[in-house]
């Protein structure tokens, strides 16, 4: 079975700082890989994903993330993190072809100070 | 367009009790996957249906069940409730069940309370 783990449970940056979250993953086959991320009062909606090819992905708001297939790492990154960025982080995972079956780790919650 | 919507919102139940939560996808979606939130094991894959059929199932006992109807909606039900199922409980629709093409959509959950 496939498990995430996301290294940093709790981070606290200012504005303006950068950001890189932590996910790596045990899965032995091709994954399907996600970011999500739940804003206070908010419903979980999804940042971006990574099925194949280049192994840098963008997604909305800035963001983006790097696959490492040699680490078994997708770490999501930002240059500049704004107040309104605070939120909790979850990088998920499925194995290709098994449906919408998502393995989530922990969750990483980020507090942006203005 | 609507979200995905999820009924009850909030609902407190006691130990041994059941409890039935609905899922109503957005229109044309025909994937609906549950998962349960809890502080101590985070988000958890519980149950996967298309097309009215279960796909994938989680890891988790017999007493956590599911279906689908034909529209689409779809419920879940907890038998003899233990203190250990409070928890949030999301779903999430999408228009097919390839994660490759078909992005997610999660509702606002319904959070259960066992007493």
């Known amino acids: 079975a496939q498990s995430v783990s996301q290294h940093n449970h709790h981070v606290i940056l200012s504005e303006a700082a950068s950001l890189e979250l932590g996910c790596n993953y045990s899965?032995?086959?091709?994954?399907?890989l996600f970011w999500y991320v739940q804003y206070p009062g908010q419903h979980l909606q999804l940042l971006l994903k990574?099925?194949?090819?280049?192994?840098l992905v963008k997604g909305i708001k800035g963001f983006e993330a790097e696959f490492i297939k040699s680490k078994f790492s997708f770490n999501l990154r930002k240059p500049s993190v704004q107040w309104s960025d605070t939120a909790e982080y979850f990088c998920a995972v499925t194995p290709n072809n098994a449906g919408n079956m998502l393995t989530f780790g922990g969750g990483t919650r980020l507090m942006v100070k203005p | 367009k609507a979200g995905v919507t999820q009924t009850p919102r909030y609902l407190i139940k006691t130990r041994g009790q059941q409890v039935t939560l609905s899922c109503s996808p957005i229109s044309g979606h025909r994937s609906v996957s549950w998962y349960q939130q809890t502080p101590g094991q985070g988000l958890q894959f519980l149950f996967e249906y298309f097309s009215e059929t279960q796909r994938n199932k989680g890891n988790f006992p017999g007493r956590f069940s599911g279906r689908q109807f034909s529209n689409s909606r779809s419920e879940m039900n907890v038998s003899t409730l233990e203190l250990g199922d409070s928890a949030l409980y999301l779903c999430?629709?999408?228009?097919?069940?390839?994660?490759?093409?078909?992005?997610?959509?999660f509702g606002p959950g319904t959070r259960l309370t066992v007493l």
């Open positions: 990574y099925f194949s090819g280049d192994p």
């Open positions: 899965y032995g086959g091709t994954v399907n």
């Open positions: 999430a629709s999408s228009l097919g069940a390839n994660s490759f093409t078909d992005t997610q959509y």
